[in-house]
Each structure stands twice: as C-alpha cells, then as structure tokens.
C-alpha cells in the first residue's frame, strides 16, 4: 500500500490564481481530512468527509472546496488564493472504526 | 472551545536522558487523546493513542498518560536517542465530535544531542 499520497510537493501561486490539491488514499478509508499547518503551528482541520459525497467545515473552510466523489480521492480546492493561505496542507485518512489518522507528505504552498 | 497547548515549544536534550513532554487541554469531555510525531518536513505519524477511558499507553520507549480531570497528557520518552528528534503534537477528539475530527497543540521540538 502506498498510503495516503499528496500531490503536488511544492507549488508557488500568484494571489487570485486557482489550483487544486490532490489526495489519494488506497487503504480504504472512509473518513479524509484537510489540515494546514502554519509555521510552528499545530495543524487547523480545513474540511473533511465521512464518505463519498458527504463532506463538511472543518475550523478555517474559508478560501476553500472540497469534493469527494470516490472513496478514494479528495482533491481540495483554493480558489483566487491569497497570501493568508501561504500553508504546508496535509490530507490524512481512518477507517471508521479505528481512530488513528494517517497523514500524507504534505504540500507545501507559497502565495506570492 | 476545546484548546490544547503543548509546552515548553522547544526542548533540547543530552542523548540518554529521560524526558516528559506535556499536554493540557481546556475541556475534559474528550473521545481520545492522541501523540503524534513529525519529522521536518513530512506527514505526522501516530505514536501512541488514549481511549477517554485509560490512563496510559505505552509502546516500546514511550509511555503516555493521560489525566482528563486535570486536562492533561504527558509524553514519557526514556533512555532518549538522537533518532528521537523531532516535533512532537498531542491532540483530542472531543467527546461531541462528528467525523473522527482532531484539535491539535502547536508541538514540541525535542533535539536529542550526541
């Protein structure tokens, strides 16, 4: 198993432009969460979901989309991005009865 | 609103020491507490995790405990190696807590010096 895997690693936005994150888990798990990290922060849950086609806030949704069409991937969406979200965001996932989350690598987002 | 602090941010050591990192939490109606290890620049990875109902977990050098009536946690680390450096983070689940969903403390820098 590869685990929960993050692209991409390492990108540089302008303010205003769009992209998505990837997230893709192959273990099966219903539940996916979005975090971001901030510099010697703990991590702030962005969105999470329960399973395919059900998702929800998490702490600090703003500036931010989620869906959820498969099991397996949860793509998380920055829409005219800001330097407020300049952020190393990580997607982890659980199955519903075991209550350990596994993390991705993370990536790592610079607005400029 | 449930909060959690981790201090002291930053610990530094001497290889072979014994060490407590400490964890408090604001509201005691927690599901779980839970320890964490991040490596610089990678994903978190699950140490240790306390059911409401425990008082303690412990895996290999590590030991956690867990106090909900006080609000907090302490990590036990013993006979510290090099490869124990990193930044450690407590988390709860609160009790009222639809999807599983974390709140995390801002972590623990521990450097372990040979």
């Given at each position: 198993?590869?685990?929960?895997?993050?692209t991409?690693?390492?990108?540089?936005?302008?303010?205003?432009?769009s992209m998505?994150?990837?997230?893709?888990?192959?273990?099966?798990?219903?539940?996916?969460y979005?975090?971001?990290?901030d510099?010697?922060?703990?991590?702030?849950?962005?969105?999470?979901?329960?399973?395919?086609?059900?998702?929800?806030?998490?702490?600090?949704?703003?500036?931010?989309?989620?869906?959820?069409?498969?099991t397996?991937?949860?793509?998380?969406?920055?829409?005219?991005?800001?330097?407020?979200?300049?952020?190393?965001?990580?997607?982890?996932?659980?199955?519903?009865?075991?209550?350990?989350?596994?993390?991705?690598?993370?990536t790592?987002?610079?607005?400029? | 609103?449930?909060?959690?602090?981790?201090?002291?941010?930053?610990?530094?050591?001497?290889?072979g020491?014994n060490?407590?990192?400490?964890?408090?939490f604001t509201?005691s109606?927690i599901?779980?507490?839970?320890?964490?290890?991040?490596?610089?620049g990678?994903?978190?990875?699950?140490?240790?995790?306390?059911?409401?109902s425990?008082?303690?977990?412990?895996?290999?050098?590590?030991n956690?405990?867990?106090?909900?009536?006080?609000?907090?946690?302490?990590l036990?680390?013993?006979?510290?190696?090099?490869?124990?450096s990193?930044?450690?983070?407590?988390a709860?689940a609160?009790f009222?807590?639809?999807?599983?969903?974390?709140?995390?403390g801002?972590?623990?820098?521990?450097?372990?010096?040979?």
């Open positions: 198993n590869a685990g929960v895997t993050q991409p690693k390492f990108r540089i936005l302008k303010i205003g432009q998505t994150l990837q997230c893709t888990q192959d273990m099966n798990h219903n539940y996916m979005w975090y971001r990290q510099p010697g922060m703990g991590l702030k849950l962005i969105y999470y979901s329960v399973g395919a086609g059900i998702t929800d806030k998490g702490e600090v949704p703003n500036g931010y989309n989620v869906s959820r069409s498969t397996e991937d949860f793509p998380l969406r920055l829409e005219l991005a800001a330097p407020s979200q300049t952020s190393v965001y990580f997607c982890a996932s659980r199955t519903g009865a075991e209550e350990t989350q596994y993390f991705g690598p993370g790592r987002l610079l607005v400029l | 609103k449930q909060e959690v602090t981790q201090i002291p941010a930053a610990l530094s050591v001497p290889e020491e060490l407590v990192l400490n964890c408090s509201d109606a599901y779980n507490l839970q320890w964490f290890r991040q490596d610089p990678k994903g978190l990875t699950s140490l240790l995790l306390i059911q409401s425990q008082r303690e977990q412990t895996s290999g050098r590590l956690a405990s867990l106090d909900k009536s006080s609000g907090r946690s302490t036990y680390i013993a006979a510290s190696q090099p490869g124990d990193a930044t450690y983070l407590c709860v609160p009222y807590n639809q999807g599983g969903k974390l709140i995390f801002q972590g623990t820098e521990l450097s372990v010096k040979p």
